[in-house]
T-cell receptor
Framework: ELKVEQNPLFLSMQEGKNYTIYCNYS?????LYWYRQDPGKSLESLFV?????AVKQEGRLMASLDTKARLSTLHITAAVHDLSATYFC?????????????FGTGTRLKVLA | NAGVMQNPRHLVRRRGQEARLRCSPMKGHSHVYWYRQLPEEGLKFMVY????????ESGMPKERFSAEFPKEGPSILRIQQVVRGDSAAYFC???????????FGDGTRLSIL
């Protein structure tokens, strides 16, 4: 069964702290996406990781991809309240001749002032 | 350059009624994908369409749900005889080619009374 699992599911952290969200997937894929979703809103694209060893950074967020381990990480540095949201990873899989996104379960992040 | 446009943003229906959700892809995109997000969950793939063709409907419930993407006009996700369990956010995404990143709309939040 195809699975994309994130942990933790819930994360409450103090401002200024660092933390990492993990995304494991169960089958081969060369592309992984990270999205942010605020309550009642759509998905905001954060990162597109296209190859093994890819690392991308934007502000306080940094994402990496290890295709051999089937693992991506989203690292948060010196968290601020504005980062509070739900973060999803998604794996782009070729299944039966078509590409489709398989989303992770999401990590709900709350940054406390 | 307008993004993926979905309407309505919010839709309320009573049990047994029909719901029609519309999605206009980004200009130049002919590949459309529908996803469903239940409360507190990630997005689940429903169907992938290319102009006038359903390419992959493996995520669609077998009854009451249908989708189309006519030659002219938006893609339509249709739910007949809605039930309470259909309450969810429905997101549409589009891409210029099937192996390129998908761009998401703001979603339609369907509530069933």
């Amino acid at each position: 069964e195809l699975k994309v699992e994130q942990n933790p599911l819930f994360l409450s952290m103090q401002e200024g702290k660092n933390y990492t969200i993990y995304c494991n997937y169960s089958t081969t894929s060369d592309r992984l996406y990270w999205y942010r979703q605020d309550p009642g809103k759509s998905l905001e694209s954060l990162f597109v990781l296209l190859s093994n060893g890819a690392v991308k950074q934007e502000g306080r967020l940094m994402a990496s991809l290890d295709t051999k381990a089937r693992l991506s990480t989203l690292h948060i540095t010196a968290a601020v309240h504005d980062l509070s949201a739900t973060y999803f990873c998604a794996v782009d899989l070729l299944i039966s001749g078509t590409y489709k996104y398989i989303f992770g379960t999401g990590t709900r992040l709350k940054v406390l002032a | 350059n307008a993004g993926v446009m979905q309407n309505p943003r919010h839709l309320v229906r009573r049990r047994g009624q029909e719901a029609r959700l519309r999605c206009s892809p980004m200009k130049g995109h002919s590949h459309v994908y529908w996803y469903r997000q239940l409360p507190e969950e990630g997005l689940k793939f429903m169907v992938y369409l290319q102009k006038e063709n359903i390419i992959d409907e493996s995520g669609m419930p077998k009854e009451r749900f249908s989708a189309e993407f006519p030659k002219e006009g938006p893609s339509i996700l249709r739910i007949q005889q809605v039930v309470r369990g259909d309450s969810a956010a429905y997101f549409c995404a589009s891409s210029p080619q099937p192996n390129q990143p998908q761009h998401f709309g703001d979603g339609t939040r369907l509530s069933i009374l």
